[in-house]
Structure formats: C-alpha cells, structure tokens
C-alpha cells in the first residue's frame, strides 16, 4: 500500500505564496504518477498537475495554473511539492495528491487514481 500525506495548506492573501508537501510512502515515487488535485465544497475534483513517476521531465499543469505554480519532487523524501506563486482567491480549494500506477501525466479522471491522501486547505483571500 500506498500512503501520502499533504502538509502546507493556509490562509494567505492575493499575491503571496505557498508550497504544498506530498510525502509519499511505498512505490510512489518508483513506479507511480503523482499529481495534485483541488476541490471546491462538493464541486468534483479538479485535476491541477502531475509529474511522472518514471519521467521527471514529463509534467503536465492545467492551464489556469501554468506559469504560477511548479511541482517537484525530491526523490531521497519521497516527497513532492506544489509551488503556488501569485495565488488567486480562484485558487482557493482542499488540495490532495494523488498516484496513479504508470499513469499518463494527463489523465484528469479522479478514478484513474490509486491512492489519495487527506487534503490540506489553501484558502486565498482579496
């Protein structure tokens, strides 16, 4: 099994920065794709971006969030990362991460996921 855990949620304002942990136990890190997803109330989940398992170089980022947020790994953690600069109060959601086995990058189906970790709450204010 598979366990992650999401740390680095907050409240900020407009403008500023977070940094999202995904630590990750298992084959995370070794044969599955990791991606961060958002969700709003009871709005579905919301596919934010991924970076592979096998592959750093192949990532994928949903356009509303290229170019302001970044995800990372750190492979002797097992843990990766979720960079959000220039927050938006749009952005505000519960973020969890997700791995999927070999999984493609873009595979924006929630289903398609193997394991999930809890959540942690960005909450941007104006």
């Known amino acids: 099994q598979v366990q992650l855990v999401e740390s680095g949620g907050g409240l900020v304002q407009a403008g500023e920065s977070l940094r999202l942990s995904c630590a990750a136990s298992?084959?995370?890190?070794?044969?599955?794709?990791i991606a961060w997803f958002r969700q709003v109330s009871v709005k579905e989940r919301e596919l934010v971006g991924a970076i592979s398992g096998t592959d750093s170089r192949s990532t994928y980022y949903a356009n509303s969030v290229r170019g302001r947020f970044t995800i990372s790994k750190d492979n002797a953690k097992n843990t990766v990362y979720l960079q959000m600069n220039n927050l938006k109060p749009e952005d505000t959601a519960v973020y969890s991460c997700?791995?999927?086995?070999?999984?493609?990058?873009?595979?924006?189906?929630?289903?398609?996921?193997?394991?999930w970790g809890q959540g942690t709450q960005v909450t941007v204010s104006s």
């Open positions: 298992g084959r995370a890190f070794g044969s599955y794709t």
């Open positions: 997700a791995a999927d086995f070999f999984g493609a990058v873009t595979r924006t189906d929630p289903g398609a996921y193997d394991y």
